[in-house]
């Protein structure tokens, strides 16, 4: 077992993982000249002089970095001299402190690595929807050295994955922990949203409202079969995806708190968890840390940065998305009984289907092998279910009638100008 580690530039998470088989860890500046797959305000504040020092930290400990370069779409900007400068300088800068690997999107970014910076190596991202042979041979065939599978699309896919594994010689990665509805189809636009959010030079610098994420945590509480129903491998299922030949899995996510970060990679080491499955799939609604953790101390600045932007958005219209997430745990940890708990102990014998049968073809309502075990394994608090229903609904009247970006009263969204 290999294991990809995201990074939340915590000099104690590089010492907490000594003794476990983390060979790399993963992260990237907020902000940079290609962007990536996450939102600013979702990532950890780190310098350029940080994120190198970080870099020479894990290199003592014998943990390579991996800088994401993944952004789904880059504007244009890397067909311009502009862009092709900051790609440069960014390369270039990767390069002189040691950085290992870059992963991308974008076979062209693919290319300009391969070409000028030939010491770095390179993975495709998951973001490229890799999920049958011929795509993976033509990465591989253009100068991929690895490639991340789309785990939306083929993670319960058993046939397809032994297949490419069979078919490709560069080494091949699991995303094994995140928990987005399996073969979404939110996923193409989220995907373009969240790589225009960390671009440096992009209008919006930084601002942006995750519309995606709030529908898909919605259809998660709203149907609880959509907990099930997802993309995650449980840490007791990493053997039926080793004897298929993958032994590097990516475990996720970025600017969580170490000591959750460390539950994570302990938990997939020992191939066990007795305990709540969302614990290491979700990125919200965290137990067991303090709400003093630098993650959930978001000063004025960070409010102004990334939510008070009156030229772009009716602040005022925020305030019923800010009590959302409050509601939701996603600004502060659990402290009590969590609202919603996937027993990992019920999913047991839950991979079985998989061996024999994907879900590309399948009709859910007619297969309800998910069903059935959502019956078993998931509990939601009944009330805090029908209050956070009802703070998205005002949440998504908002943003679909158009409230979110008026400061008159009066219209309904229809035809107004």
């Known amino acids: 077992m290999r294991l990809s580690v995201a990074t939340n530039f915590d000099p104690a998470l590089v010492d907490a993982l000594r003794g476990f088989p983390v060979v790399e860890l993963f992260g990237k500046l907020r902000e940079d000249a290609v962007g990536g797959g996450r939102a600013p305000y979702q990532l ?66 693919l290319r300009i690595v391969k070409t000028r910076y030939p010491e770095l190596k390179v993975r495709i991202s998951v973001f490229a929807g890799v999920d049958r042979v011929r795509k993976a041979r033509m990465w591989e065939e253009m100068g991929a050295d690895g490639i991340v599978l789309d785990s939306l699309l083929v993670n319960r896919e058993f046939f397809t994955l032994a297949r490419i594994r069979e078919s490709v010689k560069c080494d091949l990665e699991l995303l094994v922990n995140n928990n987005c509805l399996y073969s979404c189809a939110l996923s193409p636009a989220h995907m373009n949203a969240l790589a225009h959010a960390g671009q440096k030079w992009h209008g919006n610098r930084g601002f942006f409202i995750d519309g995606c994420f709030l529908r898909c945590t919605e259809m998660k509480l709203r149907d609880p079969v959509n907990y099930i129903r997802s993309e995650w491998i449980r840490p007791e299922d990493i053997s039926a995806y080793e004897e298929m030949g993958y032994d590097l899995f990516k475990v996720t996510e970025r600017d969580l708190p170490t000591p959750v970060m460390v539950n994570r990679v302990r938990a997939y080491a020992a191939r066990r968890y007795d305990g709540n499955l969302l614990d290491l799939v979700q990125p919200y609604a965290l137990q067991g840390v303090s709400g003093s953790e630098r993650y959930y101390r978001k000063g004025i600045g960070w409010q102004r940065r990334f939510l008070l932007r009156p030229g772009l958005v009716n602040p005022a219209r925020m305030l019923p998305l800010k009590r959302l997430a409050d509601m939701r745990h996603m600004t502060r940890p659990v402290t009590g009984a969590p609202p919603v708990v996937v027993d990992n102990r019920a999913l047991d014998g839950f991979i079985e289907r998989f061996r024999e049968k994907g879900c590309r073809d399948v009709e859910c309502e007619a297969c309800r092998w998910c069903h059935d075990f959502a019956a078993k394994a998931v509990r939601i608090d009944p009330e805090e279910s029908r209050r956070a229903l009802a703070a998205y609904d005002e949440v998504f009247r908002s943003l679909d009638g158009g409230a979110m970006w008026r400061y008159l009263p009066g219209g309904n969204g229809v035809g107004d100008p």
């Open 44 to 109: 950890a504040p780190v310098s350029r002089k940080g994120l190198a020092a970080h870099v020479r930290f894990a290199r003592a400990a014998g943990i390579s970095f991996n800088y994401l370069l993944n952004a789904s779409c880059l504007g244009n900007r890397e067909i311009t001299r502009a862009g092709q400068a900051e790609i440069e300088n960014l390369c270039g800068w990767l390069c002189g402190i040691g950085v290992e690997t870059v992963t991308v999107s974008s076979p062209f970014l």
